[in-house]
T-cell receptor
Framework: GAVVSQHPSWVICKSGTSVKIECRSLDFQATTMFWYRQFPKQSLMLMATSNEGSKATYEQGVEKDKFLINHASLTLSTLTVTSAHPEDSSFYIC???????????FGPGTRLTVL | AQRVTQPEKLLSVFKGAPVELKCNYSYSGSPELFWYVQYSRQRLQLLLRHISRESIKGFTADLNKGETSFHLKKPFAQEEDSAMYYCALSGGYQKVTFGTGTKLQVIP
């Protein structure tokens, strides 16, 4: 199956700093990438959908200025958590969908801890 | 609005016993339903989708539009089935809504 990677797998940062998380499709071109957030023992919540070359579509309640998403190429999307606070600590998961695919493929996730 | 409900957070069964993971959904149109599985320390992966009407690893799920349910079943649980299972719904535009998940624990 198709492979999606995320980097870093975990990150610890100080409150007020910005953190960038990368999502890459390794063996296919991802026309669409999705970013999810998962709190402990809770479900995945879709944060935003990004199509290559266009602005991301954010879900209701997700601050677009807080969570900057860039999908500049068909194999890379980045999520930047700006001015991170402890409440942003969570597990962030991306998924990718290719043009001819009918299934999203998930990355392994990134654990963000904001001190 | 689309919503997926998985009423059980944890389901424990003995090896060889039947398994049924419940899932109910709310959607005004014709949804596409999925079951995803996440084994320990592994990423989320698609288990099956209702339009395929297939059996994967012995699991099946039938979409019941009257009851708005998509329960996941397996006649004989195996230890390797222990994992988190998420029911999910797609109403179009590729957007997928996940349920809260059920942890299946198969007791040897």
């Amino acid at each position: 199956g198709a492979v999606v990677s995320q980097h870093p797998s975990w990150v610890i940062c100080k409150s007020g700093t910005s953190v960038k998380i990368e999502c890459r499709s390794l063996d296919f071109q991802a026309t669409t990438m999705f970013w999810y957030r998962q709190f402990p023992k809770q479900s995945l919540m879709l944060m935003a959908t990004s199509n290559e070359g266009s602005k991301a579509t954010y879900e209701q309640g997700v601050e677009k200025d807080k969570f900057l998403i860039n999908h500049a190429s068909l194999t890379l999307s980045t999520l930047t958590v700006t001015s991170a606070h402890p409440e942003d600590s969570s597990f962030y998961i991306c998924s990718a969908l290719g043009a001819a695919m009918n299934e999203q493929f998930f990355g392994p996730g990134t654990r963000l801890t904001v001190l | 609005a689309q919503r997926v409900t998985q009423p059980e957070k944890l389901l424990s069964v003995f090896k060889g016993a039947p398994v049924e993971l419940k899932c109910n959904y709310s959607y005004s149109g014709s949804p596409e339903l999925f079951w995803y599985v996440q084994y320990s320390r592994q990423r989320l992966q698609l288990l099956l989708r209702h339009i395929s009407r297939e059996s994967i690893k012995g699991f099946t799920a039938d979409l019941n539009k009257g009851e708005t349910s998509f329960h996941l079943k397996k006649p004989f649980a195996q230890e390797e089935d222990s994992a988190m299972y998420y029911c999910a719904l797609s109403g179009g535009y590729q957007k997928v809504t996940f349920g809260t998940g059920t942890k299946l624990q198969v007791i040897p």
